[in-house]
């Protein structure tokens, strides 16, 4: 329900349809209509008592039928209970309008002392990009060319990595927090903002909150002083237009820099695609999935991760050029399923999502300069989200004096202590 409640316009007119709205008069609007019409007629008061204890009786069949499941229902009575319906959806909208009027209150972390080695992440937080689609992960269609070359040219580090959760909120307080399971401490951005840190926050995308960073930009607005943008404007480029600009700016400052992307949010895979990255095809265009060939939809899908390979190139080209030691970490925030076992989207509780929802890619590159005083870790063993706070962390605090809020373990970068 927290999703529903946060879904903004723009993705609401993504999910509608001809076919939802003709289901809506179909089984909504015209049942409604004949029920209203119908005259009420006073019944025999033994109709009432009569449907009162058929349904005692068959409540009591059905407890003794699923006897031996009571154990396990009460076990997991916390968890099911949200997923009962039709009590799910009253009783979680109440328990997410509550959190607005009885917010727990954030703690501060302990301060940590940064040091001065001028580095410039770019922490690149994707949405609903699967590990499987990518041709850098084995896929056998060209999705990441520009990454692949890269690749091939060791310039690149490949985790295989899972997502906490299956959506976005839940996830970008993993990614950002410094414990996922006690995120009543203030996260990551907040964190660094509060040490001294430069922390700009590009954003395409929702599902941010508790964030204090030096500065916060959606992506109109950043490029209104964008002569020639209105190409770009819709999609995720728009958020690279201040970045050669950052570099040049706060070359002498330590400096993390967010961006949120649109990335392969669905239904409507297309819009995510300016026309020329459109290659794929022929590509599902209707917000109604089901309705779409697999291979339309595989394509459309695809579409975006293609595209998001020319912005990572694009962002990597200009670390490249930097004159700081400069690092791009990119994830996904969760995966996505495209009608495998008859699942779209995502957001299916992770104990029993499919793989495809929480299978992420994780990608990390660092420049020459960055390279002099940190290494990037190679393993195969999976990781998850929660290693992002530490392993930035890592990058900007004076590891002589370490927070104790930093935990090396679940760092992926090893660093040499100044």
Sequence with gaps: MGNVLNTNTH????????????????FGVLPGYIIYKIPLKNSSKKVPFLAILALVFIFIASALANAKN???????????????????YSVNAFRVSALKFFTPTIK????????HSHSFVVLVIGESARK????????????????????????LTLFN???????????LECILDSSFKNNAYENLPTYLTK???????????????????????????????CPNCEAIAPYDESLLYNLPDLLKEHSNENVLLILHLAGSHGP????????????FKPYCSSADLSSCSKESLINAYDNTIFYNDYLLDKIISMLEKAKQPALMIYLSDHGESLGEGAYYLHGIPKSIAPKEQYEIPFIVYANDLFKEEHSIIQTQTPINQNTIFHSVLGVFEDLKNPSVVYRPSLDLLKHKKE
């Design 195 to 225: 040490a001294g840190i430069k922390v700009f926050w590009y954003s395409a995308n929702d599902g941010e909150k508790n964030v204090k960073v030096t500065s916060y930009r959606k992506n109109y607005e950043l490029i209104q002083k």
């Design 108 to 115: 501060p972390l302990p301060l940590f002392s940064p040091n």
């Design 70 to 88: 009571w154990l396990w229902f009460d076990k997991h009575a916390k968890f099911i209970g949200g997923l009962i319906l039709p009590f799910a």
């Design 161 to 171: 990595a899972t997502s906490c959760a299956t959506y976005t909120t839940a996830s």
């Design 132 to 155: 499987h689609n990518y041709a850098l992960y084995g896929y056998q269609k060209p999705t990441t060319p520009r990454l692949s070359k890269r690749l091939e040219n060791h310039e």
């Design 11 to 26: 993705e609401l007119l993504g999910f509608l349809s001809v076919k939802l709205f003709v289901f809506i008069v179909v």
């Design 268 to 279: 409507n895979y297309d819009n995510k695609v300016p026309l020329n990255f459109r290659v």
